[in-house]
């Protein structure tokens, strides 16, 4: 039976992927740094002796915080070692293509001076702008700036959960006014930022708003043309969040991958997404201590490449420490993704999925810039001999290593459309590896 559609007004405003240069330049990225930091990283996890268990952004709803306590960190939040140029330098050298950094999270502690409220870096002993010089030095390296905003605001008197009362909508009234005004006050003090990152928009009060958000989302997009809005602002008038009662995606990008990564192609419905994830299990914030198993640098590559692979950007998270340097385990996995990406960052940017069978070994991801197709191997085979399935009439014409000499791989035709790929000699790699492939139209 045909599915009936339903006339929305403010569903997705637009089917199928974006075509413009703004956001062929967001797909080609590849390989992006997430930045949560603000009040949470003072305490980092603990309170008054005790540790937190969950997530360090998180601590101020724990029942031993009271609030006017943790807004009180305000005081106390004077990063003197902040050096925006160094950690855009760790960026560059990891090979990320853009940041999104928190300009407030559910806390409202906003890391600009916004004029529509005191709780700002303004009004605290560092007294200084954080996201101008932040979107400044990560400009001079080349690395796109992607802003982060929480909706939910637990300091604004305004936010509410849900709107029950007559106060309640006078209350969340002032509230999207207030969410408008910050809006376009960072699209205008940092108009090279090329989006924003929505969060904190599930509760029912922003739920309930699909006709404000829908017009909000318009006005930010006339002021800032090419702008990139992911699928978490607004919901539409039945309340569907990401897609719409149609199931299209609203926005320009999925934004439902966090900490989760899609198993086949089929599974991103031909959207484009980033999948956001932590170093550990789940803190954003910084948090003195670490619990339970901690990725290493090469489980981050698989992720890297499996996003890739399946039409995707990896957004790896960094949290910052109170006094604005960035915690070793951080800078260490940043140096080994960077040590890796030097070698093999052409199988990644301008990467998408490239039509092939996936194989026990790794994974296939094509170049949109040279239409070679890049096989990036993570576990070798007893027999050491990669297995590739052509999809038809594609013959392989070309293996080479993309680290060193391009005699390294054999390739052989052991049946229709499918080949081995023979290393010419024995390889004990420390590392997941890339092999090009220089495919042709099969004879
Ligand atoms: O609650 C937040 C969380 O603290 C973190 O900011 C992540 C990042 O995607 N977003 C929210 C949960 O979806």
Partial sequence: PEKKIIQLQHGAHRLGRRNDADMARWRAYGLGQFIHWGLYSIPAGEWNGKMYNGAAEWIRTWKEVSPQAYDSLIYRFNPTKFNPDSWAAVAKQMGVKYVTITTKHHDGFCLWPSKFTDFTVANSPYKKD?????????????????????????????????????????AFNRFKQFTRNQLLELLTQYPSAKGLWFDGTWDKSWVKQAAFADSLETEM?????????????????????????????????????????PEKITDVHGNDWDCVMTIPENQWGYAKTWQGHIKTADELLEM?????????????????????????????????????????KEAIYNGEYAGFIKQDWGYFIKST??????ML?????????LRVATPSHMAIRKAYGLDNAASNYTSEEI??????????????????????????EEA
């Avoid at 191997?377 to 001999?385: A, D, E």
């Fill in 369 to 374: 810039a040279s239409n070679k197709i890049y």
């Fill in 221 to 261: 997009r006339k002021l800032h043309p090419g702008l990139i809005i992911g699928s978490r602002f607004r919901a539409d008038e039945y309340g569907k969040r990401h897609f719409d009662s149609n199931g299209n995606l609203m926005g320009d990008y999925e934004q439902g991958w966090e900490r989760k990564i």
């Fill in 130 to 170: 954080i996201i101008g010089p932040l979107v400044k030095a990560y400009d001079k390296q080349g690395i796109d700036v992607i802003l982060y905003f929480s909706v939910m605001d637990w300091h604004n008197p305004d936010w509410r959960y849900d709107i029950k009362t007559r106060d309640d909508s006078i």
């Fill in 304 to 344: 890297l490449a499996k996003c890739v692979s399946l039409d995707g950007n990896f957004v790896l998270n960094f949290g910052p420490k109170p006094d604005g340097t960035l915690r070793a385990e951080e800078l260490s996995l940043a140096k080994a993704i960077g040590d890796w990406m030097t070698v093999n």
């Fill in 377 to 385: 191997v993570f576990n070798i085979p007893v027999s050491g001999v």
């Fill in 415 to 440: 049946g229709s459309s499918t080949y081995f790929i023979h290393p010419n000699q024995q390889i004990t790699p420390k590392k997941p590896f890339v092999i090009v492939l220089e495919t042709g």
